[in-house]
């Protein structure tokens, strides 16, 4: 058995814990530890049915090898957390629920979490730590890029590319041949109809722009 923690003790984190359970349940492969969280406060409290039981220091003081999930669904701090956790010893699995219907010439990258009831057609490209909710659907010739994130729900139709950092909310549409621009953010039931630049938070049927950042936003905590 490979040892495992998830990074994240939220709503996210559990159903992870969950998707390792199942994925168990098939062949047994996993050992999870519990979760890490780098809040002070939930130090020794339990999130579910594991504990938290430790920071991303708890990682880098490992003298052993051990595979890391990140669970959160802001891609912002996505970012943050796999710099924090990344080093000689840690590897992070993709994780992918059982459930998830996968057609040909579909690739994932490392750290990617794909929820239950997914289905990826044909010919997909997915990056690096790309969260994929349950129920979404990826279809044919999709480029989905590192740290994006799809909330439950979200249809993407064929040759879309979102871009590196952005976050899809719960139910929006993304109509063929789109293009959204890297650590932009689609707001929960948008139709996106035309292509997004970066940097930029869009909502809406049909989606339109209500703010814009500054490139490299995501690496200010506070943005």
């Known amino acids: 058995m490979n040892e495992i923690v998830i990074y994240g003790a939220g709503g996210l984190g559990r159903e992870v814990a969950q998707m390792l359970e199942d994925l168990n349940a098939l062949e047994p492969r996993w050992s999870v530890l519990g979760f890490l969280s780098d809040d ?17 220091e708890w990682v880098r003081a490992r003298t052993q090898p051990i595979s890391v999930v990140v669970a959160v669904g802001s891609p912002a701090l996505k970012h943050r957390l796999v710099q924090r ?4 010893l840690t590897t992070f699995p993709t994780i992918v629920h059982p459930s998830v219907t996968m057609g040909g010439r579909v690739s994932l990258g ?69 293009s959204i621009g890297e650590w932009s953010i689609v707001g929960a039931g ?18 339109k ?15």
Do not use: M
């Not at 002070?40 to 991303?56: E, K, M, N, Q, Y």
């Not at 722009?209 to 943005?223: L, V, Y």
């Open 190 to 207: 948008a139709v996106v109809c035309r292509d997004l630049p970066a940097n930029v938070t869009a909502v809406g049927v049909p989606a």
């Open 110 to 178: 490392e750290g990617t979490v794909v929820g239950a009831g997914a289905v990826f057609t044909v010919d997909i490209r997915v990056g690096a730590f790309v969260t994929v909710g349950i129920g979404c659907t990826i279809s044919h010739d999709d480029v989905l890029c590192d740290y994006a994130t799809l909330a439950p729900g979200v249809n993407v139709s064929g040759a879309v590319t979102v871009g590196e950092g952005t976050d899809v909310g719960t139910g929006s549409q993304v109509i063929q041949g789109i």
């Open 85 to 88: 956790v990344r080093c000689p």
């Open 209 to 223: 722009t209500i703010k814009e950042r500054p490139s490299g936003w995501h690496r200010d905590h506070h943005a």
């Open 40 to 56: 002070p406060a939930l130090r020794g409290t339990r999130s579910g049915d594991l504990p938290v039981i430790g920071s991303s």
